[in-house]
């Protein structure tokens, strides 16, 4: 089983680690915010439909995966994604 940390603002943290596990990684959260955000009332309101959403959508519905182009390789110089190379 692959373990992952995944870092991202506190609101969201619970979603994204549990979508995580249910995709069988070992996933662990690390909140990244510093202080509480100005409108973090509607976030929060927001994260409830989100879970909610999110919860359906890999215990009920679970589409098959969409990918929307080839594969691009984490090892390198990161060229191949330059957009003003294109």
């Known amino acids: 089983m692959k373990k992952v940390i995944i ?5 969201h943290l619970q979603r994204a680690v549990y979508e995580a596990r249910r995709l069988g990684l070992d996933a662990y959260g690390v909140a990244s915010d510093l202080q509480r955000y100005a409108g973090a009332g509607r976030f929060e309101l927001r994260e409830i439909a989100a879970r909610n959403k999110d919860f359906l959508w ?3 519905w679970r589409p098959k995966p969409t990918y929307l182009g080839d594969p ?8 191949l994604t330059d957009d003003k190379k294109q």
Not at 7 to 11: A, D, S
Not at 72 to 79: E, F, K, M, R
Request: avoid cysteine.
């Open 7 to 11: 870092v991202t603002q506190r609101y």
């Open 58 to 60: 890999v215990n009920v």
């Open 72 to 79: 691009i390789p984490v090892a390198g110089s990161g060229a």
